[in-house]
């Protein structure tokens, strides 16, 4: 009897927790309800000990720099606050100069393209007590010299220098003209696929500026429309090289301090070929450039001195696909460097003499090096994918290659933030089942020294609601092995028939399945599954962490296989006694628009629906650098530009298809979807469009997400 009664007691208990969950919402989604606390950039100070952090104090309008014990956060000072600055009343941003002397100010943003913004700088002196401000208007890029005297900036495409002290000025370019030349600034192309934002460098000593030039006068430009309220749009004109059009001409130069001179670098290229990074090496007088060839097969690093006079090409990687560009060139005290590169297939750690003889290869396995973080006293710390390559781990290894430790414990996605001498480092972690958590952990014993955000209320907040959990598994399709994940209703019967959305990614070096905490659209999947729906995802070949050729296997014809697999991919679930195979769908957004409109087309007896947010529709109307590296131009690669556009298939449209864009897209232009409708047309094929009006790529602002996903959630619901 005593039995009995315990168990309908927890019987009782179970049914009740289990119906009186609450149910996720698109309001809770975006209203932020699961919102997880994350690090906010931090700057590590060269006492080793403390790291700092911006403040707001809403109550007293007051904003503050904030240093903080690692080991413990509670013992923290006060570095510098608003209130000590009358001409500064608040600021948004702040970085050091090297020696912590003073510190740079910004406040009033503004947004140029995806990277790049302007906004108001002051210089603050915390001996002086006093606050200059650098230039007369918005500038881009402020950065202090080593030696903490002076601010190079941009200004109206020109490049500056002023003394903090002084605040006397020098314009070291005049020749800057919006849409024609810029000056230590990318153009648009650069910044989106390079991530190249500043364009100039100085190097230890202070003495010398290193600088591109973009002359994109022969640039052609993209015009769009800003409506706004007024009766009249305006027009926003920007230079765009699309596929097989001309890109700007690109030079370096040398600026010397002392002589205030400009000395252009002779580097004997093309005017196609491309300058992704200036780096200076540890001599104060050799430059590093970084020069690669339209095709973007063929990398060379090249030194040259402070007289602008070409040393040698010290290192030369070609690739039969494409080479990457990366950050990841680091240059030794002898001059010696490490750099990564994918030789023996998989992306690894190389050390090279100053001379560009290769030493040693440094990290080896069939894994991938996804992060390098630098050396201290011949000890590199990493990123890598050797335990699982969807999941991120943390570690050290000496310069030769020996006593490799593994820095990070738990199973998930680790990235590492270390301070100043290494000793350190703070630890983000996530894994399906834990949010973010940001802990301090010791380089040589791996200790754990403090917690500094667990997201505990997040995750207790989350049993309040019944989400599904994410399941990853790998499957065969078209002969290759695929990670995918799957998220089933709760209430799941495998009795039932479930209709199936597929959601993915495809682009190149992508990955879309990790072990890692949920997106904003994770909460929206499992919103979903609550509908009755099951959401899955895989990422097919072409996409990343699995080496060289796995990735680069698409080369020459985007959108072919990774169609095929999205398609194979929906017709194994269709194999499944849960699944009704009538009722599969997919969506994605960019990339992922491309490739899902790809597959609906050409697995129209495979999908019912799609859709397609800020989708390519022919790779002829995108940019050059990210186009041209998997498929050439479109003079030389016509059959792959044309037989996997979704513009070739229009008229194999079975299912239906909603596409969304923004009008104010700079990066994804609305022409694709434009040209999209134009081709649904022609073949009197039905569909359904979404425009959102003044948006970019992101498509976000006030309510405009809550809109959209209310918009794609009714559509699912009316289609699928």
């Not at 800057?176 to 030349?181: F, S």
């Not at 104010?664 to 009197?684: E, G, I, R, S």
Request: glycine fraction near 6%.
């Amino acid at each position: 009897m005593f039995k009995s009664n315990i168990f309908f007691f927890f019987l009782f208990v179970t049914f009740n927790f289990l119906f009186s969950q609450n149910e996720i919402t698109l309001n809770a989604i975006w209203n932020g309800e699961f919102r997880t606390e994350r690090l906010q950039e931090i700057q590590h100070l060269n006492n080793g000990t403390e790291f700092s952090v911006f403040e707001f104090d809403r109550k007293a309008k007051e904003t503050k720099i904030v240093a903080k014990k690692y080991k413990n956060t509670d013992d923290k000072r006060l570095v510098l606050s608003s209130s000590e600055i009358p001409a500064l009343p608040y600021f948004e941003t702040y970085g050091f100069s090297m020696d912590e002397s003073k510190v740079l100010l910004g406040k009033d943003y503004k947004s140029q393209y995806r990277y790049s913004s302007s906004a108001f700088f002051y210089v603050y002196d915390f001996k002086t007590k006093k606050a200059v401000q650098i230039g007369d208007e918005r500038i881009f890029n402020p950065t202090f010299s080593p030696n903490g005297q002076y601010v190079a900036y941009v200004f109206q495409n020109d490049l500056f220098v002023q003394d903090v002290t002084t605040a006397e000025t020098t314009r070291i370019t005049t020749d800057g003209k919006k849409n024609r030349v810029i000056n230590g600034m990318s153009d648009w192309v650069y910044e989106e696929e390079f991530e190249l934002v500043s364009a100039f460098e100085w190097n230890a000593t202070s003495t010398h500026i290193a600088f591109l030039k973009f002359n994109e006068s022969e640039v052609k430009e993209y015009e769009m429309p800003i409506y706004g309220q007024s009766n009249y749009p305006k027009s926003e004109r920007f230079k765009y090289p699309k596929a097989g059009e001309k890109n700007s001409v690109v030079s370096a130069h040398m600026y010397s301090l002392k002589a205030k001179n400009v000395l252009e670098v002779n580097l004997k290229k093309t005017t196609e070929d491309y300058i992704p990074r200036l780096q200076w090496t540890n001599n104060p007088e050799l430059l590093s450039i970084q020069q690669m060839n339209r095709k973007q097969d063929k990398l060379d690093i090249i030194f040259v001195n402070v007289l602008a006079k070409v040393k040698e090409v010290v290192y030369t990687e070609k690739d039969k696909a494409y080479v990457e560009v990366t950050d990841d060139l680091i240059f030794l005290e002898n001059n010696n460097f490490i750099k990564t590169n994918e030789d023996n297939g998989y992306r690894h750690l190389y050390q090279y003499s100053a001379k560009g003889k290769l030493l040693n290869q440094i990290t080896k396995g069939d894994w991938e090096i996804t992060e390098f973080y630098g050396v201290h006293d011949d000890i590199l710390y990493y990123q890598s994918t050797e335990k699982a390559n969807t999941e991120r781990h943390i570690y050290r290894i000496n310069l030769d290659g020996s006593n490799k430790k593994c820095l990070s414990k738990r199973a998930g996605k680790h990235i590492a933030n270390f301070n100043k001498d290494y000793s350190l480092f703070i630890d983000t972690f996530s894994n399906t089942q834990t949010p973010p958590q940001s802990i301090v952990i010791t380089t040589k014993s791996g200790e754990k020294l403090n917690t500094l955000i667990d997201n505990s209320k997040v995750k207790e907040k989350l049993t309040a609601y019944s989400l599904p959990k994410k399941e990853l598994k790998t499957i065969r399709i078209n002969g290759a092995n695929l990670n995918m994940w799957m998220v089933k209703p709760n209430n799941f019967d495998i009795n039932k028939k479930y209709p199936v959305l597929l959601y993915q990614y495809s682009g190149p070096g992508s990955q879309m399945v990790s072990n890692s905490w949920n997106s904003y659209n994770d909460y929206w999947h499992q919103l979903l599954t609550n509908k009755g729906y099951i959401v899955a995802c895989i990422d097919g070949r072409g996409t990343g962490y699995k080496g060289r050729d796995f990735k680069k296997m698409t080369q020459g014809q985007l959108g072919k296989l990774e169609a095929a697999d999205q398609i194979a991919f929906a017709e194994e679930l269709g194999k499944l006694t849960y699944v009704d195979a009538s009722r599969i769908g997919i969506w994605g957004w960019s990339y992922g628009g491309f490739n899902a409109l790809n597959s609906i087309l050409k697995g129209n007896e495979v999908f019912k629906m799609c859709i397609a947010v800020a989708p390519v529709t022919h790779w002829k109307f995108y940019d050059t650098i990210y186009t041209e590296r998997f498929l050439n131009t479109p003079q030389d690669n016509e059959l792959g530009y044309d037989e996997n556009s979704p513009l070739s298939h229009a008229d194999k449209l079975k299912g239906s298809v909603l596409l969304v864009h923004g009008t104010a897209d700079d990066n994804v232009h609305l022409q694709n979807t434009l040209a999209m409708v134009d081709a649904f047309t022609k073949a009197n094929k039905q569909f359904d469009l979404a425009i959102y009006t003044d948006k970019n790529h992101g498509i976000y602002g006030g309510n405009t997400r809550l809109q959209l996903y209310t918009k794609m959630t009714n559509y699912i619901l009316e289609k699928l």
